[in-house]
Structure formats: structure tokens, C-alpha cells
């Protein structure tokens, strides 16, 4: 039997989304339950993976199906495509299995041409609207099917306008709009080499494969980077009998949400266009109205429109984003999907929809993206600076969220000079889909046009991008790189900074404030933590971040790094005295000098904890990165520390190490300076004490760093042990503690049977394991690991997220090896993918005690955990015990 490539609307159902893609299912869904949807036929995301496996032709077969439901379609519209009389024209639009707003491509009014104009023209008379919707065609064909520029397009529209004097494409005559036809026609003769195709097949032929081809588009190709989606799904494409909004005042274009997608409140949001089509609501190019004042212009469209919005969200149980037309005073609903929408409106909306018994918390907890949360923990704009800042204009609140940067008006230019690490601002007149990449790497959007459904809001909400967005005041020439306020002009690299809360755009650069944890935020994290059953520690050296992180729901400190507190001013000298030393007995003296500034570290991070496991690492990093390098600061140290120059630059040149990261750092350090490792286990009994004096409960974990051989804690732990408990026996007080190490060798992982037998825990260290596992270094793979990603050596960057096949194995069989000698034996992960959502849930499977992250991560691990829990729950995993 052979494979059904095509499926008209009536046929599919909301359930078929990986074979209709999102767009298919929801014009199938909405078919059977009776909407007014114009009608039309669905190919599949598997004739797509097909022209690809097939050297990009469609084959024969899938051809034939598309022509049989062509037939059917016309039939059914009693039209036929290109036909002189009542010609029916369609939309080719695409449809992927997971929503890409503007990243693929759409082609309209599909069947226009010489003769069936002549219909359109006649069915409709209206001569106007058929010569408007010509010239449309022709620009979107030629700029999606055959990749003519679409700025040569509106260079010849602009001028039209310019000579007429008109300021919107409304304005345009009929004459005005057969003139610019044939000069569009030109354009493509010219570019294309060939007159503008005027056999409707082979119009529809070329726009299906645009479309198809427009699934590896570079927008597309960094969109699914982005946020996750496979390459190899494939788009469907749906072919749609055209309805118009272009037809006059009775008729118009929207793009609605059932809820505010900026803060989730339950009141219908969205803009229309009386006399456009939905491109023009998209592109920003002309000013559209608030929904709200559709009641007054068709109040029974208004009405029938509020019906349907709430039936479908009753329907899908979730906000929907929802395009609609209206024909002379007919109301056709194009597509519905899940609204994109910011992490606040997200949790709103689910946390609305638990209390009114929609859906109940676990499927809440499913439907926020850990990575969603980012938006809600990082800074807004400290209130006091925001008081003294200049007030430059107002645009549109379009994304939630505040940001500072230098401007730029070209995505290229901001890629370029984020990476050279400087906070950037993309100013445009209006994003379109070609500047994914900018939008990335800048820290807010700003816009000119456009409105709150335009390309620039969406797009920046689906990411947690700031942006302002149709800030009219803002005379934006992207040409000359600069911006005109009134008299004031700023110049491309100076600062500005913009409030996608309140849409408030502001000169110079601006403080920035911590975030406040609570309201509904609050109540959803209180339901990950009922269902979650793994623990989320945070990587934090100081009291500040301890209770940062605490705040934000940590459960203990599962790293904290004791190298960080020798870097203080008042400290380094000590510590330069400790590395100088040239006998233990000098060095003893610089770490008695250590020891109190020390101990009152670990007392304030034990207070801060109070009664939470904190995991102590001793000094891991080697000891040259706290001696200078440069000539002049080498003998101004000399001079503070009366030696002679010579004699500290040969201290310098001896620790100095080709390969510092595999030299003489870690554990190796305390085995041959045992009198650092003493004084920090001293320093570590001596605040947990101070801390029990406060009334505070202790639970110190001390971490060995870097054990290679069992051999290395066989000798340190005994020196560790003693340092305590002579502490703890002056002090006459007991305590409680555990010695383990830190997992970051290969060779640690392959022998964790013997190293378990020794440690009380592992942490594993997955930025080290990564970077051994690899043969990368950390420091200089960011210049190749990118291209890697890119050209698909890597499917990630393997210090960003864990390489579950290479290093999870390892990480597995220590896991395995480790608790088969000791069952006993607590299990973390402190590297940098303790708070990426996917990592977590590998080491919520592998059976690990606790994951450790950031203090801004740390609701992102407790989501991740808990949806990992409910996976086990619902045995889609199963987890390690």
C-alpha cells in the first residue's frame, strides 16, 4: 500500500501534529469541531524529509496526491486555480511539528496571474483590491520561490509613494498598482532571467518546494539551535483557499491571544487591520489597532471572534495564538496554536488554569520549559538610577524584562561585538526573521514600527528577550547608523537602555536590580518541590550568593570553591608568602596568617546554610595564578615583600607550567604541601564551631579535588581527619562530617570501586571530566567548538550541555562501580550542567542524591528535577536507585 503523503483538512486531527506539523493538526482540528476554517490540504513533514532524501524533486507519486486533493479542493470552492472566471487563488504556507513564528516560509494569493486577474476582478469587483493583491503575489514568489530580494520590490513601492506623496500602500490607485505590477514583473524577467511563470501549477509546484527548502533556511537552522528542535522533523506545507482582508472597510486581518502573552492575564489580546493582510499585521509596516476597539468598527465580528477564542482555548486547555480574516463581513479563523509567551505569563497562565480545574499541577509542571525561568531571575532596573535617567521616548511593552547595551543596527554588527563581549542593543525599523541571529546575542530589541504581534515582539518573548517595539518617536536610519530623538542624535556603540515592561527607552546605561521571588512564581515552585524527589544544592563561596541561592530554593551548597577566598586584597599578600616559602616552616607561618580569614569564611557560609550539607573543595587551582607575570608588578611585589626581583621572578619561571589545568593543582598540591590541606580542614572545624556556638546546625562535607588514584585520599584523608577532630576535641563539641572527592579524571571514573571504598562521596566535576574526556581545553575551545555545533561534528557544546554518550558513560560506570563497593555513597554533580535542564535529567536517571548548580539556576534544576520525577511516575524513565 502506498504512503499517503496528503491529507485534506477534514481528514487529520489535532493528535497528528508530527505528520501535519502544528499548523495542519490545528486547521484539521478545527475543521472537525465546526470553525469557520476556509478549506484546504495538509502535505505531510514526511514528503518534506522525502524531496530531501530524493535530491531535493518531489517525486512523482506525492504529486499525484497533491494534484487529486487539488481537484477535490476546487470542487468544493466551485473555483478553479488560474481560471479566467471565479479563479480560486490559495496560500502556501508552512507548518512545522513545533511552532517557529516567521523562521519559514508563506506565499499568498497563489494562482494569480494575466488571465485569472481578469476573475478576481470580476468575482469580487473590485479592481483595486484584485491589482493590490497581484502585486503582492508577485513580491512574495519571487523573494520565497526564487530568492529575489524583496528591498527591490519595496524600493520601487517607497518611490511610487514618494512621487505621489502618499503615506500608506491604502493610498495607492488603481493605476498606481498596474504600474508597480509590470515593474514588478520586470524585477523578476531581470533577476530571474525568465517572464513571471503564469501556468498556476507550476506557480504551486515552486512555492512547495520554497517551503520545503525554507526548513534549512539559516534563520530556521539557528531558531531550532536555540530552542532545541531536531533537524530532521521536516515542515509540512498547507495549502489554504484564500480569503480576503483586503477587500475593503468591511473587511480586515488579525493576530489575537486568548490571554496578555506578556503577563498571562485572562483578557483577549492581539491587533487587527481593517483593509490588510496579515503580512501587514506581522511586518510592522503599518500601525495596527488594539483588538478592543474591534467591538466598535463590527461589533458582530467582534463578538463572534470572542466565542470562538474562548472555544478553542476550552479546547486545547492552554492561551492560543490565533490568525484570523474578515471578508466582507465574514469572520474565518487561519490558524491556532499554543501562544508563545514570556516565563511570567507562563506561570501566570498555569497556575490560573490549576485553580479554575483545568489542567491539574503535574501537567503545569510539564508545560514550562525549565530554561523559561532564566527571564524571571535575572535584574530590572534599580529604581533610584531609573529616577535620574534620561527619558529618551515610549514605544511598546513588547517583551518583559529591562536591558543596557551599546546600540547596533545591524544583526551581523551585534553578533561581532557581543562576541567580543560587549553588551549590545539591536535597533532596527522592524526585525524581520533575517536577523534571528542579532536578536540572540543582543540584551534587548528596539524597534521603530511595529506592533505587539509584530516579528520583533514575538520573537523576543519566545527567547526572554527585552524589547521595545513601534517606538514612533525614533527616527531610525539604519543607513547611517544612528538614531534621530527631536534634535538629539546617538550614534552607533553609545549606550542606551530600554524597559520591555513599560516600553520606556532611556539614554546611557542604567543600573540594574536582583529580582524578588513570590506571587504566583512562588505557588508554581512550591508544586515542583511536592513532586520533585532529587535535591538541587548551589555552587556559592560567599554568605551573599549562599543566600541568594537559598532564596531561590537550594537545599545546600554542593560546591563551594576555597580558592576564590584567597584572591582578596588583604588576603593575597598571605597567600604570595605561603607560595614563596622555600621551607614548611615559612609556610606554615603564611597559613597561620590564612587560617582566620579562613575560618571566618566558613563561618559565615555555615550560618548562612543553617543545618543545610555544605561541600567544602580544598584548594584546587595552581599556585602560579596567584603570583603576577608581568615585569613591573613582579617587582613592586618584590618591594612589598623586601626580596630582591631576581630572586621572585625565578619563583615565578620554577611554578610556572607548560599545561598548567593536568600540572600541579588539586589534590597533588596537598600531597606535597600537606600543610595547606591541614589548615584549611583546621579552618573549615574552626567555623563549623563558631557556627554551633551561634545555634546553628553543621554539615560540613570536605571535597579532595582531582583524585586520580586511590592512593592520593588514602594519604589526605587521614591528615584532613586529624586536623577536625583535634579541633573538635579543644573545642569539646562533636560534629558530624563526611570526606569525599571531586570526580573529574577519566581514570577516577574507571576506578571508582577502589576510590568508593575510601569516600564517604562523589561530586562530579563535569567541566574537568568534559574537558579530559575531550581533549579540549576550556580556555581554547570556544575558537573551534562553535563551528563544530555548526557543521554538525558536535549535536552541543559539550561544556554547555553533557555529552550523555561520551562523558555520561563515564559518569554512569563511576556511578555503577562506586556504589557497588559502597551502596552508602552520596552522589552530585557540581559542574556547570547541574543547572541545564537535559543534564539534569540524566543525572536524575543515573540515581544521583543531588545536582548542583548557579543561585540563578537553581529554580531552572528544581523544574528540571521535578519533570524528571513525573516522567519516572508516568515510566517514560526509570531511575537508578
Keep these: ?128 483590491f484584485s491589482y493590490d493583491s497581484y502585486r503582492r503575489f508577485i513580491q512574495m514568489f519571487s523573494d520565497v520561490a526564487m530568492e529575489v530580494p524583496k528591498y527591490k520590490f519595496e524600493n520601487v513601492l517607497e518611490r511610487v509613494k514618494e512621487e505621489k506623496g502618499y503615506k500608506f500602500d491604502t493610498e495607492l490607485s488603481i493605476d498606481d498598482l498596474k504600474e508597480i505590477v509590470v515593474e514588478f514583473k520586470n524585477i523578476y524577467k531581470k533577476e530571474v532571467g525568465e517572464d513571471f511563470p503564469q501556468d498556476p501549477k507550476k506557480q504551486l509546484l515552486l512555492a512547495i518546494e520554497a517551503v520545503f527548502r525554507s526548513w534549512n533556511n539559516p534563520r530556521a537552522v539557528v531558531y531550532r539551535k536555540l530552542n532545541d528542535i531536531a533537524n530532521n522533523l521536516g515542515t509540512a506545507v498547507n495549502i489554504q483557499s484564500m480569503v480576503f482582508g483586503n477587500m475593503g472597510t468591511d473587511s480586515g486581518t488579525g493576530v489575537a491571544f486568548t490571554r496578555n502573552p506578556s ?17 501587514d499585521v506581522v511586518a510592522g509596516i503599518r500601525t495596527p489597532q488594539s483588538i478592543d476597539t474591534l467591538k466598535n468598527d463590527m461589533p458582530e465580528m467582534y463578538n463572534q471572534f470572542v466565542e470562538i477564542t474562548q472555544i478553542l482555548e476550552g479546547h486545547y486547555k492552554d492561551m492560543q495564538d490565533i490568525e484570523f480574516t474578515i471578508e466582507k463581513g465574514k469572520l474565518y479563523i487561519l490558524q491556532t496554536r499554543n501562544g508563545k509567551r514570556t516565563a511570567k505569563a507562563a506561570i501566570n497562565v498555569v497556575v490560573d488554569l490549576v485553580n479554575a480545574g483545568v489542567i491539574d499541577k503535574e501537567e503545569a509542571i510539564m508545560r514550562i520549559e525549565p530554561g523559561q525561568l532564566d527571564q524571571l531571575l535575572h535584574p530590572t532596573f534599580d529604581q533610584k538610577a531609573l529616577k535620574s535617567a534620561e527619558l529618551l521616548a515610549k514605544g511598546l511593552p513588547a517583551s518583559p524584562g ?10 551581523d554588527d551585534v553578533v561581532e561585538h557581543a562576541k567580543l563581549g560587549e553588551k549590545t542593543l539591536l535597533v532596527r525599523q522592524e526585525t524581520s526573521p533575517e536577523d534571528i541571529e542579532g536578536m540572540v546575542s543582543s540584551e534587548g530589541i528596539l524597534t521603530a514600527r511595529g506592533g505587539m504581534t509584530s516579528h520583533a515582539a514575538v520573537v523576543a518573548r519566545g527567547m526572554g528577550k527585552c524589547c521595545v517595539a513601534g517606538c514612533g518617536e525614533l527616527r531610525v536610519d539604519e543607513a547611517a547608523k544612528e538614531i534621530r530623538v527631536g534634535d538629539r542624535v546617538i550614534k552607533e556603540g553609545q549606550f542606551m537602555s530600554i524597559d520591555g515592561s513599560t516600553g520606556c527607552v532611556y539614554l546611557g546605561s542604567i543600573e540594574m536590580t536582583s529580582v524578588e521571588v513570590g506571587g504566583n512564581f512562588g505557588v508554581f515552585m512550591g508544586w515542583v ?26 537545599e545546600g551548597i554542593g560546591l563551594c570553591r576555597t580558592e576564590h577566598m584567597f584572591f582578596e586584597e588583604e588576603r593575597i599578600p598571605a597567600v604570595r608568602e605561603m607560595i614563596l616559602a622555600d621551607n614548611v ?93 591541614e589548615m584549611q580542614a583546621r579552618a573549615i572545624a574552626q567555623g563549623a564551631i563558631l557556627a554551633m556556638k551561634d545555634g546553628h546546625k553543621v554539615v560540613p562535607e570536605i ?49 571508582a570501586d577502589e576510590i568508593a571504598e575510601v569516600a564517604d562521596f562523589f561530586s562530579f566535576g563535569t567541566n574537568d571530566l568534559t574537558q579530559m574526556g575531550f581533549g579540549y581545553s576550556r580556555d581554547d575551545a570556544g575558537k573551534f567548538l562553535g563551528e563544530y555545533v555548526d557543521k554538525g ?31 552508602e555513597l552520596k552522589l552530585g554533580i557540581c559542574g556547570e550542567h547541574g543547572g541545564e535542564p537535559s543534564s539534569v535529567e540524566f543525572c536524575y ?37
Excluded at 622 to 635: N, R
Excluded at 707 to 736: C, F, H, Q, W, Y
Excluded at 798 to 819: N, T, W, Y
Aim: charged share 30%.
Design 529 to 554: 518541590d511536592e513532586i520533585r524527589d532529587m535535591k538541587v544544592r548551589t555552587n556559592a563561596d560567599n554568605p551573599r550568593d549562599a543566600k541568594k541561592a537559598i532564596e531561590f530554593g537550594a
Design 845 to 881: 536517571n543515573q540515581g544521583l542524591n543531588y545536582v548542583s548548580c548557579s543561585p540563578f539556576r537553581v529554580p531552572i534544576a528544581r523544574l528540571a528535577v521535578a519533570q524528571s520525577t513525573i516522567k519516572k511516575r508516568s515510566g517514560a524513565i526509570e531511575r537508578d536507585k
Design 402 to 411: 529591562a536591558a543596557s547595551g551599546k546600540v547596533y543596527f545591524h544583526a
Design 585 to 677: 616552616e615559612d609556610r606554615v607561618k603564611a597559613l597561620d596568617k590564612l587560617l582566620p580569614f579562613q575560618r571566618e569564611d566558613f563561618h559565615g557560609i555555615f550560618k548562612a546554610m543553617d543545618g543545610r550539607p555544605c561541600n567544602i573543595r580544598l584548594l584546587d587551582p595552581p599556585l602560579h595564578e596567584f603570583l603576577p607575570h608581568e615585569d613591573s608588578a613582579i617587582e613592586e611585589l618584590a618591594k612589598q615583600m623586601g626580596i630582591r626581583p631576581t630572586e621572585l621572578k625565578k619563583r615565578v619561571v620554577d611554578l610556572d607550567e607548560f599545561n598548567p589545568m593536568l600540572g600541579h593543582r588539586g589534590c597533588r598540591l596537598a600531597v606535597t604541601y600537606p600543610e595547606i590541606c
Design 263 to 279: 503577563t498571562g492575564e485572562n483578557k483577549l489580546f492581539g491587533e487587527y487591520l481593517i483593509n490588510a493582510q496579515g503580512e
Design 703 to 751: 571535597m579532595v579535588p582531582l583524585i586520580g588514584t586511590v592512593n592520593e585520599l588514602k594519604m589526605l584523608r587521614p591528615i584532613i581527619e586529624e586536623a577536625v577532630n583535634s579541633e573538635l576535641e579543644k573545642a569539646g563539641v562533636e560534629m558530624d562530617y563526611t570526606v569525599g572527592t571531586m570526580i573529574e579524571i577519566p581514570r577516577a571514573c574507571v576506578t
Design 793 to 823: 561534528v558536535l549535536e552541543k557544546d559539550p561544556f554547555q550541555v553533557l555529552d550523555q554518550k561520551g562523558i555520561g558513560k563515564l559518569v554512569e560506570m563511576a556511578v555503577k562501580l562506586g556504589r557497588g563497593t559502597n551502596p
Design 1 to 128: 500500500m502506498s504512503t499517503k503523503f496528503v491529507y485534506s483538512f477534514d481528514e487529520g486531527n489535532k493528535d497528528m501534529r508530527s505528520l501535519l506539523g502544528g499548523k495542519g493538526a490545528n486547521l484539521a482540528e478545527m475543521t472537525n469541531i465546526g470553525l469557520p476554517v476556509p478549506q484546504g490540504f495538509t502535505i505531510t513533514t514526511e514528503a518534506c524529509n522525502d524531496y530531501y532524501e530524493n535530491d531535493h524533486k518531489i517525486r512523482k507519486e506525492i504529486l499525484d496526491q497533491i494534484d487529486e486533493k487539488l481537484d477535490q479542493l476546487e470542487k468544493e470552492q466551485g473555483k478553479t486555480l488560474g481560471a479566467e472566471q471565479n479563479p480560486l487563488l490559495v496560500s502556501v504556507r508552512s507548518g512545522a511539528v513545533f511552532s517557529m513564528p516567521g523562521m519559514m516560509d508563506t506565499i499568498l494569493n497563489l494562482g494569480l496571474n494575466d488571465t485569472s486577474i481578469k476573475g478576481l476582478i470580476e468575482s469580487t469587483n473590485n479592481e483595486r
